[in-house]
């Protein structure tokens, strides 16, 4: 099981940027594919970016390509999410998350979550 913390949270104006991180413990980090994650008000869940666990492969939704970077310092056991060009429709609770294997698979199992921060993005 590994620990994980995120922050870099707040509010923002629309085309704005955040950046936030997650710090892991409890595992070897390197052995973790890496993902975000956010939830909007009275939405599921929804997959944001993923990264394999050197960093080699990132993967992306369709609605932040373009304007969100995930990348990870293996070193330091953390990950990022740099936001730009923010929107409203950004705002939610960003959480991420781990899978104990080599590359991210949206179809398994996510063995450990963060307990997530807020973002709010302003007309």
């Known amino acids: 099981q590994v620990q994980l913390v995120e922050s870099g949270g707040g509010l923002v104006q629309a085309g704005g940027s955040l950046r936030l991180s997650c710090a892991a413990s409890?595992?070897?980090?390197?052995?973790?594919?890496m993902g975000w994650f956010r939830q909007a008000p009275g939405k599921e869940r929804e997959f944001v970016a993923s990264?394999?666990?050197?960093?080699?492969?990132?993967d992306y939704q369709d609605s932040v390509k373009g304007r969100f970077t995930i990348s990870r310092d293996n070193a330091k056991n953390t990950i990022s999410l740099q936001m730009n060009s923010l929107k409203p429709e950004d705002t939610a609770v960003y959480y991420c998350?781990?899978?104990?294997?080599?590359?991210?698979?949206?179809?398994?199992?996510?063995?450990?979550w963060g307990q997530g921060t807020q973002v709010t993005v302003s007309l």
């Open positions: 990264i394999s666990r050197m960093g080699w492969t990132t």
């Open positions: 409890g595992r070897t980090f390197s052995n973790y594919a």
């Open positions: 998350a781990a899978q104990f294997r080599s590359s991210w698979s949206r179809d398994a199992v996510i063995a450990d």
